[in-house]
């Protein structure tokens, strides 16, 4: 019995420097700036007008033409993220009706699928808002690990920057409740 845990504890302390010698590097903190991230913008000119995208622009989130941004990183496999389809759309619709369209914008951002995973995701749960592929995983470097569904909130700040409002993986708190709050911070009557 000794011997397992003197193993189990030598693995914790190699490992330890790894996760200080990361610093933190690439995992959000609320109340402290997104990251500049570029990853593919939706194809759809529709999709680009409503983020505010111009012809060859990148989607970088924390860019994006709203008061307040409300990121989903999701993976189209993950039984979470299908799950909790139907709420997030209908927080997008808790969105138009509150008459905050032009203030709140969504995008969600496929961790690991492709372009034609996502059409099929977005087709299937009748997703009212931009999703975009991020094969190549970029979002990793922003988020450190991924576990989807993982949700961000940012709000653009006056004059440029932006500051993280709400950062957590798994279930999104109550549509109305989280709304309302994430208003309140991003000062959106």
Not at 104 to 126: D, F, L, P, Q
Request: glycine share 12%.
């Amino acid at each position: 019995m000794y011997k397992a845990l003197a193993v189990v504890l030598a693995a914790l302390l190699l490992a330890a420097p790894m996760a200080l010698a990361n610093g933190g590097k690439g995992m959000l903190k609320v109340g402290g700036p997104f990251p500049s991230a570029k990853f593919q913008a939706p194809e759809d000119a529709g999709q680009r007008a409503y983020l505010g995208l111009k012809p060859g622009d990148g989607l970088d989130p924390a860019k994006v033409d709203a008061d307040l941004v409300i990121v989903e990183f999701l993976n189209i496999y993950c039984p979470h993220c299908q799950r909790q389809a139907p709420r997030i759309n209908a927080l997008y619709e808790l969105i138009q009706q509150k008459g905050w369209g032009s203030k709140i914008k969504m995008v969600g951002i496929g961790a690991s699928n492709t372009g034609e995973e996502v059409e099929g995701y977005v087709r299937h749960y009748k997703v009212p808002f931009p999703v975009v592929p991020d094969y190549k995983v970029k979002c990793a470097e922003i988020l450190g690990t991924v576990y989807t569904p993982y949700f961000v909130a940012i709000q653009r700040l006056p004059g440029g920057g932006s500051r993280v409002l709400y950062a957590a993986s798994g279930e999104l708190p109550p549509g109305k409740r989280f709304l309302e709050d994430m208003a309140v911070q991003a000062g959106i009557k």
